[in-house]
């Protein structure tokens, strides 16, 4: 049996080729929460900011338009030729249509 500190009782020829391996896994699982953390669904975003906003139109549609613009939130569908602001507006709308933003 070895124990060099870092890597407890292996082999030190094994203690880099693990060490690697665990950051890389790091690096990958902090990217991935760090994406899920950032992005989130359109109805979700509406949700949230209606609730932060107490339903006021001028303001849900404005903080939705900044999120997108800063890549927080991702268009589905409806991508061309529309504006963030023109497209939260109708989202918004869809929303109260549907009832779907006061979940």
């Not at 497209?87 to 549907?98: H, M, P, Q, T």
Request: contains cysteine; neutral net charge.
């Amino acid at each position: 049996m070895w124990s060099n500190g870092r890597c407890g009782m292996i082999d030190p020829s094994m203690c880099d080729r693990y060490s690697a391996a665990i950051s890389l896994r790091m690096v990958a699982v902090k990217s991935e929460v760090m994406h899920h953390q950032r992005v989130m669904t359109q109805r979700d975003m509406m949700r949230e900011l209606f609730r932060r906003f107490g339903g006021d139109r001028a303001q849900v549609v404005e903080a939705y338009a900044e999120a997108e613009r800063r890549g927080e939130v991702e268009r589905v569908r409806d991508a061309h030729d529309m504006s963030a602001d023109e497209y939260a507006s109708r989202l918004f709308a869809d929303g109260v249509e549907k009832s779907w933003i006061h979940r």
